[in-house]
């Protein structure tokens, strides 16, 4: 019975971590009003790790055992924590839209799948169809947003940077991890790696001119970043990264901005469009392709 129910979490974190990595643009949309990026992700980061540290002492968690785990843990952290979140909130501070930006760092899954490609990792002509396919796709959900967000919805050399660099970050991290990270218990894990997000955010975060407007959509923004999206969503990719493959597991990123649509459609009736209904079923499909090829 307790076999029986493992295996159907298993099979069920990939939705899951989908479903609560799609709301992070919708995160955005309430707090990136009241707040600065970097100081928004500093005060995320520790009270995210507020939040783990009495679960770590209660659960007698180990911490990781050695110097060189503790390091490659940081080195992920930077990367998959503050490169990747501090990149993507910048771009869109800048003035860069939730579409255009999605689309940026949905290039992932085929940065991935050509660095595991040029060192000889294993991606069939399946898989390769199935990230082409899942690209078309996320095109097609996001190309009704391009140029409707009026002329401070476009990009520039300085949000497309901000924007390349969250991409770089997230796939160096992904593939990083799967390298060099040994398997730990993840709310240690966790902690090690948003200690040195901290590290690196907040000389940003000080650096930034705006303040804090701390009201109730700032309150709840913060409260569904460190509960859902951190103790939650960043736990899943974790240990998906530990437990599959590379190319399948970013492949899941293609999901994120249909099922981010799907959400502001239900939450603030934005249309969903033939075209997203279409780029959704095609990147769900290009997503299966993916998934299926690599068991």
């Known amino acids: 019975m307790s076999e029986a129910r493992d295996n159907a979490w298993l099979r069920a974190m990939p939705v899951v971590f989908v479903l609560i990595w799609s709301t992070g643009f919708i995160v955005a949309r309430y707090g990136m009003p009241h707040a600065p990026p970097f100081k928004f992700l500093a005060w995320r980061y520790a009270l995210s790790i507020l939040c783990f540290l009495p679960w770590i002492v209660l659960a007698r968690v180990r911490w990781p055992q050695t110097r060189t785990q503790w390091l490659h843990l940081a080195v992920t952290g930077v990367l998959m924590h503050a490169g990747y979140l501090g990149g993507v909130w910048a771009a869109v501070k800048a003035g860069m839209g939730s579409g255009l930006s999605a689309l940026v760092v949905g290039l992932q899954p085929v940065l991935t799948a050509l660095w595991l490609s040029a060192n000889g990792g294993q991606v069939n002509k399946r898989q390769w169809l199935g990230l082409l396919l899942g690209f078309a796709g996320l095109v097609l959900v996001v190309s009704r947003k391009f140029g409707a967000g009026g002329p401070g919805d476009q990009a520039t050399w300085l949000n497309l940077s901000f924007a390349v660099g969250a991409l770089l970050c997230i796939t160096v991290g992904t593939l990083y991890q799967k390298r060099f990270v040994a398997p730990c218990d993840v709310r240690s894990a966790n902690a090690v790696q948003l200690g040195a997000a901290l590290m690196a955010t907040l000389p940003l975060a000080l650096m930034e001119p705006e303040?804090?407007?701390?009201?109730?959509?700032?309150?709840?923004?913060?409260?569904?970043?460190?509960?859902?999206?951190?103790?939650?969503?960043?736990?899943?990719?974790?240990?998906?990264?530990?437990?599959?493959?590379?190319?399948?597991?970013?492949?899941?990123?293609?999901?994120?901005?249909?099922?981010?649509?799907?959400?502001?459609?239900?939450?603030?009736?934005e249309p969903i469009t033939a075209a997203t209904l279409a780029g959704t079923a095609l990147t769900a499909f290009g997503v299966s392709l993916v998934v299926r090829a690599s068991r």
């Open 211 to 269: 303040a804090m407007a701390w009201n109730g959509e700032l309150a709840g923004a913060m409260a569904w970043s460190v509960l859902g999206l951190t103790l939650g969503g960043s736990s899943l990719l974790y240990m998906l990264i530990q437990r599959g493959a590379a190319a399948s597991v970013t492949s899941l990123m293609y999901l994120v901005p249909p099922c981010t649509a799907l959400i502001a459609w239900v939450l603030f009736s």
